[in-house]
């Protein structure tokens, strides 16, 4: 183990800052969340999440060097807190049109405003202002006038005062995490986007470093999620501008940026991050925790874990899935996970269309699982559809567990996956069930696939791997002795804050819900 490691005192306090996952929701994000924290009880860690409504209970049992969590809801109550008035009231606006100016610019919008409007509007966020701020008819009305002025990249959409109304509201909900307790030591967002929000200002106020880790590459995600949105347009480009340029904003001020994959970080070099402050860090399991999953199974079954949610394209695979029961009538599909909270009309529309494909008696959704190498060991390939992933836990544990996989070619599976599985276009059934056949028919490659798949697994995606990796970086850019990237390689109006019971040091493991 490297000396550094063994200096505790060099690495302080860490602030992990989440959104929608750790220590709220189970899912892959958080199983690294929490394996990040376990691993170094020596670390003081805080995490500020960033939640829905900030009545979620935390579902992983935190440890006694976790010493605070603060929730950040979204949707929650209105945040409390009166409307600048009188000189405040003309400074509010000003920086409002700014920011708004920045989104708007012709031609895209506007990276050298964006950051001074944005804190610049932080001012006024830890009294509630900011919030009581944008829900004022002027706010709303400055957003108007600014999208009618000529050449404005939505002007021919001629939009609405309801777009108005909508545009102010959704940017007033992201901005919220403006309001979160100032994070301390290094400031570790583990996702891009609204997570970085608090870490940004931490930066630029006090010089806190700020560690960016993407696990899927957030501004791509934002794109994919508002093509399908109910919003019209002008809406849709004024939100998507926010998140481009919140990204650049990030990769710009980070003083390292760790994708999990190097797909990720073409994206993020494409997004205007420096490539000499990025680092590929890999996820990685315990093989030892993920062993040969034994026999099995004798009715040929395919596996899916993971979260039922629109990214998963739980559709491509059940269509996919039709097409092997065709040529093999006797085969089953068992999916594992759960469904998250507004997830629930996307799994009636799945089960709809196993039935409408002539499928619903051997397609099963089976719900969370209390091990998830059951799911893994239920059937002789496990299946991955997503139409976006960073470096899916569910491919490696599986992996781990020596079964070979079918998955789609997105984000860094094809690095995870190398010549252990057999990877297909996205969106496309046809391709995934001549794969998943091709598997199915041939028991002898299937268990030299699993062989080959666990070995990599241990050659090159291991926990320990990852955890060095992280307590070196803790140590590179704790404040009391900070390093470039090349020496190591590479207030709260509505927060509920939670405080660690030191008696709760025992691991739940929630990662039942699939580990996508």
Known sequence: M??????????????????????????GVSVWCDQLVRAMPDVEFRVTAVTATGLEQPIWELPSHVTALESIPMWGDTPQGREPRGRERRAFLAAWERLLTALLAEGGSDDELFGPALYDLARWAGSGA????????????????????????????????????????????????????????VAHAVSGGLATLPGLLAHHRDEVPLLLTEHGVYQRERYLGHRTGPYRWPVKSLMLHFFRLLAREAYRHSALITPGNRYNRRWEEHGGADADRIRTVYNGVDPGAFPPAGPEPEVPTLTWAGRIDPIKDLETLIRAFALVRDEIPAARLRIFGGT????????????????????????????????IRTAYAAGQVVMLSSISEGFPFTLIEAMSCGRCTVSTDVGGVREAVGET????????????????????????????????????????????????????????????????????????????????????????????????
Do not use: K, N
């Not at 005192?9 to 602030?15: I, Q, Y």
């Not at 009309?345 to 099963?364: F, I, K, Q, T």
């Not at 995934?432 to 299937?446: E, G, I, K, Q, S």
């Open 340 to 371: 998250p909270r507004g997830g629930e009309d996307y799994r009636a529309r799945c089960e709809a269309l196993a039935a409408e494909v002539g499928a619903a008696d051997a397609v099963s959704f089976e719900g969370r699982v209390d091990d």
């Open 130 to 185: 900011l919030s009581a701020g944008l829900r004022s008819e002027a706010a709303v009305r400055t957003l108007a006038g600014l999208w009618r002025r000529p050449g404005t990249d939505v002007a021919a959409a001629l939009p609405t005062q309801h777009d108005a109304l909508t545009g102010t509201d959704l940017l007033e909900h992201a901005l919220r995490p403006l309001a979160a307790a100032a994070p301390t030591g």
């Open 421 to 516: 599985g057999l990877v297909v276009p996205p969106r496309d059934p046809a391709a995934m069930a001549l794969a998943a056949l091709a598997l199915l028919r041939d028991p002898a490659r299937r268990a030299a696939l699993g062989e080959a798949a666990r070995l990599r697994v241990i050659d090159q995606f291991t926990l320990r791997q990852t955890i060095d990796a992280f307590r070196a970086i803790y140590t590179g850019l704790s404040p009391a002795e900070p390093r470039t990237a090349q020496q190591y390689g590479g207030v709260t109006w509505m927060s509920r804050v939670w405080r660690a019971d030191p008696a709760q040091d025992a691991a739940q493991d929630p990662r039942a819900e699939g580990t996508a």
């Open 2 to 27: 490297h000396a550094a490691f063994c200096e505790p005192s060099r690495v302080a306090r860490v602030t992990l800052l989440t959104e929608g996952t750790y220590p709220h929701s189970p899912g």
